[in-house]
């Protein structure tokens, strides 16, 4: 707890300060508490419907960020710090962050408010528009959970006609000196990606340690009985529920993951395998997100294995790479082209999401592996969304923002800081290359390759037409052809065009043709 934070017995009678919290800010450390003086500031937290509703959000995400925001309150509480806190559940809950936080206003009569910048333009917007309506300033700080302010990112871009990924990741290993050797990088290199790409062989993972999963306690047992009146029709179940919701559970999680799954999540990172939800990765980026654990310390975490030999460095750097990389690099991007980034379509895709996004039944196995596993625990690790629920809805010509809508709806890591970027630009070419190079496109051999769905599935990747065809296959020479003009002017494309010029007229005429009967089946 900050030094300046003071915490008397009562309640203040006259508000200077109500401080904004919202459910994605749990840091008792955070800046729109430094100077908190509890004789006359106030905490405004509020659980509404809307934040549920506006997409059709899966149970496992709504009950870990109500789960997690009553378990913060309990912390403020303990601490002694007034707390104005609405439940979703009250019989005057009006629904909505703007009505609540407006009837907030009108009955504590604060002199300003304050909260750390969030991270939905939505949002930001909605309580910029409150606090003018009622005449307040509105102190907006910046959210010091990251290693890089959004001005930063935005003078870094300044001039540049592209912002790639890897070369602000090595800034800010430069600016935080981390896994540096000097003004080197250790190891002599900084990515160390071509290391990171095994499959598991036939065999398959062997002796994964189990993940870290919490039995939900007394709090998390009344949300999960709240969602599951509050938003039966709403996709996904609850009864694996076992994400950590405290900061204790959050370092635990940390701890485990460190010493149990570090070392070969390298190795791993990429491969996929039936069945096998959790594998190597850390499932630390939902508490991550709610601001229970700090970047800073996850990072430190894995330096300090890789100092103690406990971890070699590619699968350091490799994890290091997704939070002080990706992690900033979205969020920088969102910030930098907000609002408009949003409505971006590059592709001009415009098919619906297939209906059975929201239920897995699908005859193609890596698809229902991957949407079953994420209904049921609102979680599936990079690949599965980039490279088979992603790569699918971008080879069918899906419209970006319905694939967004469906990404922030389902996963418990989900806040659109984060979701936006990864699911229209990198996932979806959305943007048309301000964030990949290229769109990231391949045919069912890539999954057969990375995984061991093919085996079991009814389609074979290596067949682009006839009645076994993977619709991998055939949707991604379809994808290429549909888009060969504009794909000719990116010379990371070339490859694979140069593969697709070795497709006469027929072939290519039965891909178009096979394309389009699935394309029609599944819309």
């Known amino acids: 707890m900050a030094e300046s934070l003071r915490l ?34 106030l905490v405004w937290m509020a659980e509404v419907a809307e934040e549920s509703t506006h997409v059709w959000s899966a149970k496992q995400r709504i009950a870990v960020f109500l789960s997690a925001m009553r378990h913060f309150a309990q912390s403020l509480r303990a601490l002694g710090l007034p707390l104005d806190y609405t439940r979703l559940d009250a019989l005057d809950n009006a629904g909505t962050l703007a009505l609540e936080l407006g009837k907030a206003i009108t009955q504590l009569q604060p002199q300003a408010l304050v909260m750390s910048a969030p991270g939905d333009w939505r949002v930001l917007q909605s309580l910029r528009t409150v606090a003018k309506t009622y005449e307040l300033a509105l102190d907006l700080r910046d959210d010091t959970h990251f290693f890089s302010t959004v001005r930063e990112f935005a003078s870094y871009a300044q001039g540049k006609k592209q912002v790639r990924l890897e070369y602000w990741y090595r800034e800010l290993r430069r600016t935080h000196n981390i896994l540096m050797d000097g003004k080197d990088p250790m190891g002599g290199q900084w990515n160390f990606d071509a290391d990171n790409r095994e499959a598991f062989g036939k065999a398959g993972p062997q002796n994964v340690p189990p993940p870290s999963r919490f039995v939900p306690d007394n709090i998390t047992q009344e949300v999960l009985a709240l969602v599951e009146t509050r938003f039966a029709s709403h996709p996904g179940s ?20 460190i010493a149990q799954r ?146 922030l709806s389902v996963y418990v890591d989900a806040v659109e800081w984060v979701e936006l970027p990864n699911t229209l630009g990198m996932g979806q070419f959305g943007d048309g290359g301000l964030m990949a190079s290229k769109p990231y496109v391949a045919s069912g051999k890539y999954i057969q390759r990375m995984s061991n769905h093919c085996a079991g599935c009814t389609y074979d990747p290596a067949q682009s037409t006839g009645p076994r065809a993977c619709p991998f296959t055939t949707l991604y020479w379809d994808f290429l052809m549909r888009h060969e003009d504009d794909l000719k002017k990116n010379p ?24 389009t009967a699935h394309r029609n089946a599944q819309l």
């Open 8 to 41: 008397p017995s009562t309640q203040p009678t006259t508000v200077r300060n109500l401080v904004i919290v919202l459910g994605d800010q749990l840091d008792l450390q955070s800046s729109a508490l430094q100077g908190f003086d509890a004789a006359q500031d």
């Open 492 to 515: 990371r494309m070339a490859m694979q065009l140069k593969n697709l010029g070795r497709l006469d007229a027929t072939a290519r005429d039965s891909v178009t043709a096979h394309a």
């Open 238 to 257: 609850l009864h694996s529920f076992a994400w950590p919701v405290t900061r204790s559970q959050a370092l635990m999680a940390l701890e485990t993951f």
């Open 262 to 407: 570090l070392p070969l999540f390298g190795k791993y990172e990429d491969a996929m395998w039936v069945g096998e939800a959790w594998l190597y990765h850390s499932h630390l980026s939902c508490a991550l997100n709610l601001k229970l654990l700090n970047p800073r310390e996850v990072v430190q975490a894995a330096v300090d294995a890789y100092s103690k030999g406990h971890a070699p460095l590619a699968a350091v750097e490799g994890f290091i790479r997704q939070i002080l990389g990706w992690r900033e690099y979205v969020r920088g991007i969102y910030w930098l082209h907000m609002p408009q980034y949003l409505e971006r379509n590059a592709l001009n895709a415009q098919a619906a999401l297939p209906a059975w996004y929201w239920t897995g039944q699908t005859e193609m196995a890596c698809l229902k592996d991957a949407i079953t596993q994420t209904l049921e625990h609102g979680y599936a690790h990079h690949i599965q969304r980039l490279m088979v629920t992603g790569l699918y809805a971008l080879l069918l010509g899906v419209k970006p923002q319905a694939v967004h809508t469906w990404y």
